[in-house]
């Protein structure tokens, strides 16, 4: 089998991160793959070197086009066996959006979470199988020592620590609400966000991380100077892999109090370090946490404040879940507190993270790619919508 | 108009040897006509600032389409995906066929058919550098040396001439005549020679057997049809060309194609073209170049075979199949 991939995997985001291990992965698992880049942004960054030698593969006679794009670029081509959408979305709908129906004219689409497969399934506009596929990892970066940056003020601390971008979804306030209400001046605890807004400088980051800091502990009103809360260490710099990795090494235990996460590559790598991520119960987190890590209760609400996205996404007809600081806080306080227990929740996330390979995610997409799969939607009577009588009677 | 994904799957989807969706704009009617017969399908772009297609220059060819300028950047049709997109000059087109080219993820093939302006400094030709697609072409060493390009950095495609169509025709006697084609001559003396030819010819009390095709007021008119057109070449012993600055003389090309002992000035890429003696004369003598038409109005023999002999030039250097050959490669290189 012969598969065109067609991903911006050149963009140096997650994104792309993404899209890199779906084809390694793909060819761990033996599958002939022409990977095809899309640009959404400038960033030039390097790729794996496996992914430019597959670049050279030539693309004609492909059996199946794998388009990991946003769902209004995706294109049906009827010159290919199958033609698959690989997306992702973070709230429980998009029926604002054109997606539902770019999204079906397609034979199937894969998505990395079962709770986005529930989702669609539930979604009588969306007429095409639906798989899920979680995203793949590299396990031997995991294997490799990192050595832990050299900051003063971590000495003899445990450190929670984020990293991610900014932006509405993220709900970086939350975490530093949770921080502090939960952490008193005296504990030796500290908190790190390696954190950047798209598109913008360091600088302009860190400024923006400052002022929400100063915002939460006004609003928090504990202490009657802002100087006597923890001090938060802002790293917003663009880093390497590497570098990223060392941040990893630094931290103690990973906190994200995001709205939705269709899959949160931080907070896995975390846990294959070791490092019990905290997350909101959502997304890709609720698949792949497990006992790897722990996951704050959260509840559906609308959406409100997106405007750094597309106008129809996100908005406030749609439903994310919203974690309970108060929870959030307790798995903190468990997770400096409880070091025997936090250990075994480690070991269990670094044997989790397997799950995730690239030979395990090969052989998933594989499995699809062959037919032997269920959908989950498949209850949904696809075949009945795709009929020619009902195309028919929607013309009508 | 067709998106990133889109153009990924017209690659590998479109038959490897099968016709290739090429977009440019309405440049040189019968450059056009002759890249048609590529045999790939030409789109071409029209808007405000971009030459319209003159049909009395040339039909527009079955496999190229005139897109609707009214659309705007909506006006490639929707069920075409763009293989390539063709720059023809850097004034106007290039920023057009560089924008559509990214956006559409399509490679960028830029052709400059134009001389750099005289006035231009070293550095701003430099600057103009910047404007490169993906493969680069002029129509000319000179052309290409004169933009400051190397042989590295952009190759050189002749300009091919339908060597069926421009032929010698046995059955039509020459006459005795000194044939001229131009457009627009008297206003375009700074780059046709008008005064020049003035100067050479004696016009207007030459005595020499002058025949002038053109749009020019006052002066000529065109030929009704390119056979018509050809019919004069046909008839012309001598053909004389007084062009300063072109980049390639057509109708230059086109009279040695059709047999014509050509009298030329020495400019631009003409030396590529012409061994003074051999398949025509050029001087940038005025007094030399009266004597060379002299000398060939007089002697028909001389003049039959320097023709034939220009003839041979244009079939062996500038074939319209040559030309269609080497455009065929440029193409499907882009796309492979």
């Given at each position: 089998m012969k598969v065109l991939y067609i991903g911006c995997y050149r963009d140096g985001t997650g994104w792309a991160k993404a899209a890199q291990n779906y084809i390694l992965s793909l060819d761990t698992a033996g599958v002939e793959v022409v990977p095809r880049f899309i640009k959404l942004n400038d960033n030039n960054t390097e790729i794996p070197q496996r992914i430019s030698e597959l670049e050279k593969n030539d693309d004609k006679?492909?059996?199946?086009?794998?388009?990991?794009?946003?769902?209004?670029?995706?294109?049906?081509?009827?010159?290919?066996?199958?033609?698959?959408?690989?997306?992702v979305s973070e709230?429980?709908?998009?029926?604002?959006?054109?997606?539902?129906?770019?999204?079906s004219f397609m034979d199937e689409a894969w998505v990395p979470n079962s709770f986005m497969a529930q989702s669609v399934s539930k979604d009588s506009k969306i007429i095409c199988p639906h798989y899920v596929v979680p995203h793949a990892s590299d396990m031997s970066v995991y294997q490799k020592e990192y050595e832990p940056l050299n900051i003063a003020h971590f000495k003899d601390k445990f450190v929670f620590y984020y990293i991610g971008e900014i932006n509405r979804r993220k709900n970086i306030a939350a975490v530093l609400k949770a921080f502090h209400t939960e952490f008193r001046p005296e504990e030796d605890v500290a908190i790190l966000l390696k954190a950047h807004i798209p598109g913008q400088s360091a600088d302009d980051s860190k400024s923006y991380l400052q002022g929400l800091s100063s915002q939460v502990k006004e609003g928090l009103k504990l202490y009657q100077s802002a100087s006597m809360y923890h001090e938060e260490v802002f790293v917003c710099d663009y880093l390497t892999e590497e570098q990223i990795m060392r941040i990893h090494a630094t931290g103690d235990c990973f906190v994200s109090a995001a709205f939705g996460e269709a899959w949160c590559i931080p907070a896995f790598d975390a846990m294959a370090?070791?490092?019990?991520?905290?997350?909101?119960?959502?997304?890709?987190?609720?698949?792949?946490?497990?006992?790897?890590?722990?996951?704050?209760?959260?509840?559906?609400?609308?959406?409100?404040?997106?405007?750094?996205?597309?106008?129809e996404l996100c908005v406030a007809n749609e439903r994310w879940d919203v974690p309970s600081i108060s929870h959030m806080r307790s798995l903190m306080r468990n997770a400096f507190e409880n070091s025997e227990q936090r250990k075994s929740v480690a070991e269990n996330g670094i044997s989790n993270a397997y799950d995730y390979s690239y030979s395990a995610i090969g052989q998933t997409m594989l499995s699809c790619l062959s037919g032997e799969s269920k959908a989950y939607n498949q209850d949904n009577d696809i075949k009945q919508k795709h009929s020619i009588e009902s195309l028919l009677k929607c013309q009508d | 108009m067709p998106g990133l994904?889109?153009?990924?799957?017209?690659?590998?989807?479109?038959?490897?040897n099968g016709p290739l969706n090429i977009l440019t704009f309405p440049t040189h009617e019968r450059y056009q006509t002759n890249l048609a017969k590529t045999g790939h399908f030409f789109y071409l772009w029209q808007a405000e600032g971009i030459k319209p297609w003159v049909r009395s220059y040339a039909e527009l060819p079955q496999n190229t389409v005139l897109l609707n300028a009214e659309k705007g950047a909506a006006q490639i049709p929707e069920n075409i995906d763009i293989d390539i997109v063709l720059s023809q000059n850097k004034f106007g087109q290039f920023e057009i066929a560089s924008q559509i080219a990214e956006q559409i993820a399509a490679p960028l093939v830029s052709i400059e058919h134009t001389l750099p302006m005289q006035e231009w400094s070293e550095a701003q030709l430099k600057q103009m550098h910047q404007m490169r697609g993906d493969i680069n072409i002029f129509i000319s060493d000179y052309s290409r040396d004169r933009w400051g390009w190397s042989s590295n950095d952009?190759?050189?495609?002749?300009?091919?001439?339908?060597?069926?169509?421009?032929?010698?025709?046995?059955?039509?006697?020459?006459?005795?005549?000194?044939?001229?084609?131009?457009?627009?001559?008297?206003?375009?003396?700074?780059?046709?020679?008008?005064?020049?030819?003035?100067?050479?010819?004696?016009?207007?009390?030459?005595?020499?057997?002058?025949?002038?095709?053109?749009?020019?007021?006052?002066?000529?008119?065109?030929?009704?049809?390119?056979e018509a057109l050809i019919e004069q070449y046909r008839k012309s012993s001598v053909f004389l060309n007084t062009s300063l600055i072109s980049p390639?003389?057509?109708?230059?090309?086109?009279?040695?194609?059709?047999?014509?002992?050509?009298?030329?000035?020495?400019?631009?890429?003409?030396?590529?073209?012409?061994?003074?003696?051999?398949?025509?004369?050029?001087?940038?003598?005025?007094?030399e170049l009266r004597s060379f038409v002299d000398k060939l109005i007089e002697d028909d023999e001389l003049a039959k075979e320097i023709g034939e002999n220009a003839r041979r030039t244009i079939l062996e250097n500038f074939s319209i199949e040559k030309f269609v050959e080497q455009w065929k490669n440029v193409f499907y290189e882009c796309v492979r």
């Open positions: 006679n492909c059996d199946v086009v794998i388009q990991h794009v946003l769902p209004h670029q995706l294109s049906f081509n009827g010159n290919f066996e199958k033609n698959i959408s690989l997306y709230t429980d709908h998009f029926q604002n959006t054109c997606w539902p129906e770019r999204i370090m070791g490092k019990t991520p905290i997350c909101t119960d959502t997304g890709g987190p609720r698949d792949f946490i497990g006992n790897g890590g722990y996951l704050i209760e959260s509840r559906q609400d609308d959406c409100f404040g997106v405007v750094d996205t597309f106008d | 994904v889109q153009t990924i799957l017209r690659n590998a989807t479109r038959d490897v952009a190759m050189v495609l002749h300009h091919g001439i339908d060597t069926e169509l421009f032929s010698i025709d046995e059955s039509v006697k020459r006459e005795k005549r000194v044939l001229s084609v131009v457009n627009d001559w008297i206003n375009r003396d700074w780059c046709c020679g008008y005064r020049l030819w003035e100067q050479i010819t004696g016009y207007p009390e030459s005595t020499l057997p002058l025949h002038v095709i053109g749009d020019t007021p006052g002066l000529s008119s065109a030929a009704p049809s390119t390639v003389p057509t109708s230059l090309l086109e009279a040695m194609a059709c047999g014509c002992a050509v009298v030329t000035t020495a400019t631009c890429m003409i030396p590529e073209i012409i061994q003074n003696g051999q398949n025509g004369y050029m001087s940038n003598n005025p007094e």
